[in-house]
């Protein structure tokens, strides 16, 4: 089965970064497309980024503070976020696209 679990999240002040990283089993990961989502409380899921198989990206509008990578060899996806802001507090998630199971996420909190 499709498993996805994200690391890296945590508290970090205004302005800071913070590197969060997706190890995916279960697929054939260097064949799909990868993103990153977020769901901040009470509000739906937003898509953050997407890298293709061949190493493409698109952005949402977080474009210019986040950039998303990938290591096939390691079944890994990342996404550095620069210049972080308390509108990014949220539960990071990645999937493939098309999408499939959720895995738990990632709390991200940016506070002073």
């Known amino acids: 089965q499709v498993q996805f679990v994200e690391s890296g999240g945590g508290l970090v002040q205004p302005g800071g970064s913070l590197r969060l990283s997706c190890v995916a089993s279960?697929?054939?990961?260097?064949?799909?497309?990868m993103a990153w989502y977020r769901q901040a409380p009470g509000k739906r899921r937003e898509f953050l980024a997407r890298?293709?198989?061949?190493?493409?990206t698109v952005y949402g509008q977080t474009e210019g503070r986040f950039t998303i990578s990938r290591d096939n060899a390691k079944s890994m996806v990342y996404l550095q976020m620069n210049n972080l802001k308390p509108e990014d507090t949220a539960i990071y998630y990645c999937n493939t696209m098309p999408q499939n199971a959720w895995g738990q996420g990632t709390q991200v909190t940016v506070s002073s």
């Open positions: 279960g697929i054939i990961f260097s064949r799909y497309d």
């Open positions: 890298i293709s198989a061949g190493g493409s």
